[in-house]
């Protein structure tokens, strides 16, 4: 049986939550081998997530099953969230070994991904400010047809509706291939496709919440 548990204000102070943040990079990473962060390395993974959760407009949801092992996750959040506004903004909250570690992970590689996907982001169609977006979404293989995915999004739509929020938005890549007809499952439209390179496609597809 799989339940679906709300983590709110992940404390990244508290043992149990870097632990929490160590479990689902490893889930991404491991699931999810062509997404921009995976092929970024795991210590780039872990980082993002540590990122993420310094927001405490990010909303955290995590499959369980009855054993307690971790099956997914699914974490949503503002439709105006930026990570790098959420850098800037906690800053001081690293010390300096720390921003030595940060700084080292950013090679050139990385840099000129991180560039892409800014420039990408820049020439995107602008959504309403009532609209919330699917950050991360991620099911265990090992979990795969059980229907974990689509009650970790039935949670988000009952909680965005509770919000008032009016648009869901997921973004994929044809690296997922079966992300887009799972979306589409869901009643979500694609909306706009973006080709990158001649095998990358990035897909953004929107539910109203009306």
């Known amino acids: 049986m799989t339940n679906i548990d709300k983590i709110i204000n992940l404390n990244l102070l508290e043992t ?10 490893l889930i991404h990473f491991q699931n999810l081998p062509n997404s921009f962060f995976t092929t970024s390395g795991f210590k780039f993974v872990v980082f993002f997530y ?9 909303n955290l949801l ?3 099953e009855d054993d307690l092992s971790i099956s997914g996750f699914i974490i949503w ?20 070994i720390q921003l030595i570690i940060i700084i080292r992970m950013f ?20 959504f309403p400010l009532n609209s919330a977006k699917i950050i991360s979404l991620v099911v265990d293989d090992k979990y795969k047809g059980k229907g974990i995915g689509t009650k970790l999004i039935s949670k988000v739509i009952q909680e965005c509706s509770e919000k008032d929020l009016k648009f869901l938005i997921a973004i994929t890549t044809s690296y997922q291939k079966r992300a887009v007809k799972f979306y ?13 390179s001649s095998d990358y496609v990035e897909y953004t597809l929107s539910r109203s919440l009306k």
Do not use: C, V, W
């Open 16 to 25: 149990k939550n870097q632990k929490l943040i160590n479990q689902i990079s």
């Open 50 to 58: 540590q990122l993420l959760f310094m927001d405490k407009d990010i």
């Open 62 to 64: 995590i499959a369980k």
């Open 77 to 96: 959040g503002p439709i105006n969230h930026s990570l790098i506004k959420t850098f800037a903004k906690n800053l001081f909250k690293f010390n300096f």
């Open 107 to 126: 090679n050139l590689k990385i840099l000129k991904k991180l560039i892409a996907r800014l420039y990408i982001k820049s020439n995107k169609k602008k």
């Open 184 to 196: 589409n499952s869901l009643n979500f439209d694609l909306i706009s496709e973006n080709k990158i």
